[in-house]
């Protein structure tokens, strides 16, 4: 993994790998560490669209599309294609 001064660049880094290893919980646990506003930045920054974070629906969005990577073996940007 590339070393970074930006946390959300690593916190996404690591919920890629998460994802492209399969490991639903340790995506979910890397993402539920954040505030809904930051967790719209990890997501964007590993490739996954978003809903705003005052949508009532983004955790639930956001958890469904982890786990279709994650069961895919892939990420953000996976999913989307």
Known sequence: MEATNDPAK???????????????????????????????????????????????DFWKLAQADIARAARSHTDGYGVRA
């Open 10 to 56: 690593a916190h996404a880094a690591q919920l890629n790998e998460a994802t492209k290893a399969g490991d639903i919980a340790r995506a979910y646990s890397l993402l539920t560490k954040h505030q809904a506003e930051d967790a719209v930045r990890v997501l964007l920054l590993a490739g996954y669209s978003v809903v705003g974070p005052r949508d009532r």
